[in-house]
């Protein structure tokens, strides 16, 4: 019984239930192993899939013989993750225009206040790292998010993953190299992103071309993702005049119908727009010195499980 547990009570794991059943064991990690899967596969609907699934082989387990339900379970997740992931990337040679990662809402409440865990947590889900992290090959992508994400001991994951520790320690510094090269080089305060995110937005609704311009980087990039189901750019746009003028001819013809809302996305602010109740799109700005450096579109209507109940 875990020392803060009232004497003559019972633990029990979320939503009620008592924590040495199978059921309060498996909800005890259900949301780490949800971690595990989102990270690994960028899509929220697919994450659930991996961790139902990993559900039901618990249920099926012999647990007389599992000594340690923490890694069995992470072992199972990150397995079913890495089939998943190489069916992916063979999907995504066919998508349309440029891929994100799925959004969600990451409101990490006072379990991780702004610390150094709560940075890290941050980091680990951005998009930007995400983005990155399509650059890994399975078994890198396993290691880089084991270790870097969630701090899992280079034994512990070589037995998951089947590897020997020799191995999974070369995986783990080809991923964080890989990972290192690709990522954006620069820290924002949160409260500034979340300032400059609140001007950028009122710049681009307000049509105001000129604040717009004064805002983004001369190098600013913006990336659509629609799949090919919404309007959105089949590909990068570059530099800051022609970013802007796309943003100022979108806010001229948005719907003064639209419902915005600006909450906390994969770790950042992002705007979320909505239309007659449902997720429209979803805007997310990366700062580098005081300018916005990249603009991220997500209008891909099958990429807002993650959104689902806001």
């Known amino acids: 019984m875990p020392a803060d547990t009232p004497t003559g009570t019972v633990d029990r794991a979320p939503g009620g239930v008592p924590a040495d059943t199978p059921t309060g064991l498996f909800e005890r990690h259900r949301p780490m192993l949800l971690g595990v899967a989102y990270r690994m596969l960028g899509r929220a609907a697919d994450a659930e899939d991996v961790v139902q699934e990993a559900w039901l082989r618990w249920t099926a387990e012999d647990r007389t013989a599992v000594r340690e339900p923490r890694a069995f379970l992470v072992r199972i997740t990150t397995r079913l993750a890495i089939d998943r992931l190489r069916l992916a990337h063979t999907r995504r040679e066919t998508y349309v ?6 959004p969600v809402v990451t409101e990490f409440g ?3 206040p702004d610390t150094a865990e709560r940075a890290l947590l941050a980091d680990s889900v951005s998009l930007a790292v995400l983005v990155v992290l399509e650059s890994l090959s399975p078994l890198e992508r396993a290691v880089f998010v084991l270790r870097e994400a969630f701090g899992f001991p280079y034994g512990e994951i070589a037995t998951a993953l089947d590897r020997s520790e020799a191995a999974v ?8 190299r890989h990972v290192d090269e690709g990522r954006p080089r620069y820290d924002v305060d949160p409260a500034e992103r979340r300032d400059l995110t609140e001007r950028f937005l009122a710049a681009a609704a307000g049509g105001d071309l000129g604040e717009l311009l004064a805002l983004l980087a001369p190098d600013v990039r913006l990336v659509g993702d629609s799949g090919g189901k919404s309007k959105a750019p089949l590909r990068v746009i570059e530099t800051a005049d022609k970013v802007g003028r796309f943003l100022n001819a979108v806010a001229r013809e ?11 996305v994969n770790g950042a602010p992002a705007l979320v727009s909505f239309v007659d109740g449902r997720v429209d799109t979803v805007f ?3 700062v580098r010195d ?3 450096q990249t603009v991220h579109i997500i209008r891909n209507p099958d990429k807002f499980h993650g959104l689902k109940g806001m």
């Not at 320690?169 to 964080?176: E, F, H, P, S, V």
């Not at 948005?254 to 906390?264: G, K, N, P, S, W």
């Open 284 to 286: 997310q700005i990366e």
């Open 169 to 176: 320690r070369q995986l783990a510094g080809r991923a964080r």
């Open 254 to 264: 948005a719907d003064f119908l639209y419902e915005h809302r600006l909450v906390e």
């Open 110 to 112: 006072p379990a991780a």
């Open 290 to 292: 005081g300018r916005v």
């Open 97 to 102: 225009g440029p891929w994100l990662p799925e």
